[in-house]
């Protein structure tokens, strides 16, 4: 079993900048791919940005050139670095081990971060 927890969400005004922080406890040796979901109000949830096990990043379109993921795999942390902040970035963030190569593939999922974006 793994365990995900996730942090640093919270209000920002539009053009602000979070960042999230998911730490992974238990049995992290099968995590492979990680990677951010989010889900607002009234819609699915969406892959964000994901970080394979040697680094390599791939985000959705919307986030392009605003936010950057990145992971410790010492500290069995993964990261979203969130700037430029839209009100259009509403949602809860949850954290996603992945047990295989891509993060869709079966595994574990973090309870989830609110993030606010209002003025």
């Known amino acids: 079993q793994v365990q995900l927890v996730e942090s640093g969400g919270g209000l920002v005004q539009p053009g602000g900048s979070l960042r999230l922080s998911c730490v992974a406890s238990?049995?992290?040796?099968?995590?492979?791919?990680m990677g951010w979901y989010r889900q607002a109000p009234g819609k699915q949830r969406e892959l964000v940005a994901a970080?394979?096990?040697?680094?390599?990043?791939d985000y959705a379109d919307s986030v392009k050139g605003r936010f950057t993921i990145s992971r410790d795999n010492a500290k069995a942390t993964v990261y979203l670095q969130m700037s430029s902040l839209r009100p259009e970035d509403t949602a809860v963030y949850y954290c996603?081990?992945?047990?295989?190569?891509?993060?869709?593939?079966?595994?574990?999922w973090g309870k989830g971060t609110p993030v606010t974006v209002s003025s």
């Open positions: 238990g049995s992290i040796s099968v995590i492979n791919a």
């Open positions: 996603k081990a992945g047990l295989g190569l891509i993060v869709s593939s079966p595994g574990y």
């Open positions: 970080i394979s096990s040697g680094g390599t990043t």
